[in-house]
Structure formats: structure tokens, C-alpha cells
């Protein structure tokens, strides 16, 4: 059984940092790039960073610079470390492989920048 646990959001002032984590149990971690993906009220959620297995990684151009995703594969955890966070990064955060399955979507956690 799949499940995946985000954890790590916050309140923070603008220009602030964060370091969320992810922890996946089951088979999601084998062979499967992982990725960051978040979703601002009213609008869709989104993919704003990604790591194969292999730990080659891509970044939406909103967090590029910004945002760092890395992987620990003995330990079945993705984390996203947030920099010079802006309002605008205000939204849940989820991970999920990618591309993301529908079934293994976890609570999210909740990440709200402003001062």
C-alpha cells in the first residue's frame, strides 16, 4: 500500500525560508522520479520541482533558483528546501511520482507567506 506523508509547512515572512519532507511508504519510491507539486486557492494544482531516481532535477520557472528538491532512496523520503520564499509560494504542498497518480495523493501540507 501506497501512502505518502508531507510534512514541514508553516507561516513565514517573505523572504524566508522552509524545508518540507516527504516520506513514502510502498513501491512509489522504486524506479519513480518524484516530484513537488502545489496547489494556490482557486487555482489547479501544479508541478514546481521534479528528481528522477537518478537525481537529475527540473524546476518550474515560478521557483527556479529558489527551490531545491533532493531525495534520500534508502530512506523512501523526498525534501524541498524553499529560499527567498513570496507570497505568491503561498499553497499546499504535495508530492507525488511523476507523472502523479491520482490514488496516492497525501493530506499536503500547508506552506502561507506573509507578513
Known amino acids: 500500500q501506497v501512502q505518502l506523508v508531507e510534512s514541514g509547512g508553516g507561516l513565514v515572512q517573505p523572504g524566508g525560508s522552509l524545508r518540507l519532507s516527504c516520506a513514502a511508504s510502498?513501491?512509489?519510491?522504486?524506479?519513480?522520479?518524484m516530484g513537488w507539486y502545489r496547489q494556490a486557492p482557486g487555482k489547479q494544482r501544479v508541478l514546481v520541482a521534479r528528481?528522477?531516481?537518478?537525481?537529475?532535477?527540473n524546476y518550474a520557472d515560478s521557483v527556479q533558483g529558489r527551490f531545491t528538491i533532493s531525495r534520500d532512496n534508502a530512506k523512501n523520503m523526498v525534501y524541498l528546501q524553499m529560499n527567498s520564499l513570496k507570497p505568491e509560494d503561498t499553497a499546499v504542498y504535495y508530492c507525488?511520482?511523476?507523472?502523479?497518480?491520482?490514488?496516492?495523493w497525501g493530506q499536503g501540507t500547508q506552506v502561507t507567506v506573509s507578513s
Open positions: 510502498g513501491s512509489i519510491f522504486d524506479n519513480n522520479a
Open positions: 528528481i528522477s531516481r537518478t537525481h537529475i532535477t
Open positions: 507525488n511520482r511523476v507523472p502523479y497518480d491520482l490514488n496516492y
